[in-house]
């Protein structure tokens, strides 16, 4: 009995998942972070960009309130040349000399909380790109999933699964088009040859042939049926 009349018996097949709907296998202490943003349940990869955001506008925030107290400090200078000036004007010595003390100790007080937050500031940025490299790094891991998936669909005669690129966004969303066959590999032109290789960060050589692309992209994509390997390309 064939893999497709086992399926057939075992029921309807599930339907291709919402890639943003996939979750990652990324430990709980990449998420830790000094802003109290919840960690990401279940992590799947649509909560984990929404927690990346919501860092993302701590940072925001928190520069605006570093912004906010330099403009508080810049006004505590001119009130404290103004003093300086008015001392040497008055006889009440004593009294000046105490708020201007006063003043210098608001401002040493400021200082000190524009440090902290830029502090805070940095930390976040940490947090922000510790979990863009731990997303970056399971790439390859889902493009041998996802095509391996995809060789499994065929052989059922079912809908393939949307293989994103390692390297930049795509394909989905950009003006390239789906890949389902390697029919549809034979028809793509020579631009568009180079952004899948690009994409799937397939390396070749400037002088690489048309054919020889389409086979690149054949390989990488999982298409290794008899029928696929004895495509002949153009």
């Known amino acids: 009995m064939d893999s497709l009349e086992l399926q057939q018996q075992s029921g309807a097949v599930d ?5 943003l709907d996939e979750e990652l296998d990324i430990p ?4 830790v972070n000094q802003e109290n943003v919840a960690l990401p349940q279940p ?3 649509a909560n984990i960009m929404q927690f990346e955001q919501e860092l993302s506008e701590k940072a925001v925030i928190a520069n605006d309130e570093v912004y906010r107290a330099r403009k508080r400090v810049d006004r505590a200078d001119v009130t404290k040349y103004k003093v300086q000036k008015a001392l040497a004007q008055t006889n009440n010595e004593n009294s000046l000399i105490a708020l201007i003390r006063r ?6 007080s400021i200082n000190r909380n524009i440090n902290t937050m830029q502090t805070n500031i940095n930390t976040m940025q940490t947090d922000i790109n510790s979990i863009k490299d731990e997303v970056s790094g399971m790439k390859p891991l889902m493009l041998y999933v996802r095509t391996s998936e995809n060789a499994r669909r065929r052989e059922l005669r079912e809908p393939s699964i949307p293989v994103p690129f390692l390297v930049g966004e795509g394909p989905e969303g950009t003006d390239l ?13 020579l ?5 899948f290789l690009t994409g799937y960060n397939v390396r070749y050589a400037l002088r690489t042939s ?14 290794c049926r008899v029928s696929d390997m004895r495509m002949n390309f153009s």
């Open 15 to 19: 339907e291709p998942q919402n890639p």
């Open 28 to 31: 709980d202490d990449v998420f």
């Open 43 to 45: 992590k799947t990869r």
């Open 103 to 108: 003043i210098s100790n608001d401002i040493g």
């Open 177 to 189: 088009p789906s890949i389902n066959s390697v029919e549809d590999i034979e028809l793509l032109d």
């Open 191 to 195: 631009e568009q040859l180079r952004r």
């Open 210 to 223: 048309r054919v020889n692309m389409k086979i690149m992209l054949r390989d990488t994509l999982g298409f």
